[in-house]
């Protein structure tokens, strides 16, 4: 079973920086399609990145220009760099992995933006 496991979350102040990061047991990630999602309090967890196995990337509206997802096959990790942090972007970040035997979530870690 393949188990996903997000780093790096904590409390930033508007306009900083955080660094995901989510680590893959398995060889399977090679093949995986990666994302972020994050659920901020009192709304539904929604997708916030894409990156494919050929390294395609998609990302929602919200979060263009400012995050950055990319992956590391060498280290079964995905990462996602966020910058310009904005009050809005709180919420709890989840890392998930895409085959054709469906979706599989992290754990989580939580996000804070706040002065």
């Known amino acids: 079973q393949v188990q996903l496991v997000e780093s790096g979350g904590g409390l930033v102040q508007p306009g900083g920086s955080l660094r995901l990061s989510c680590v893959v047991s398995?060889?399977?990630?090679?093949?995986?399609?990666m994302g972020w999602s994050r659920q901020a309090p009192g709304k539904e967890r929604a997708v916030v990145a894409v990156?494919?196995?050929?390294?395609?990337?998609n990302y929602a509206d919200s979060v263009k220009g400012r995050f950055t997802i990319s992956r590391d096959n060498a280290k079964n990790t995905v990462y996602l760099q966020m910058n310009s942090l904005e009050p809005e972007d709180t919420g709890v970040y989840y890392c998930?992995?895409?085959?054709?035997?469906?979706?599989?979530w992290g754990q989580g870690t939580q996000v804070t933006v706040s002065s």
């Open positions: 990156i494919t196995n050929s390294g395609r990337t």
């Open positions: 998930y992995l895409d085959t054709l035997s469906g979706r599989s």
């Open positions: 398995g060889s399977i990630f090679r093949l995986a399609v």
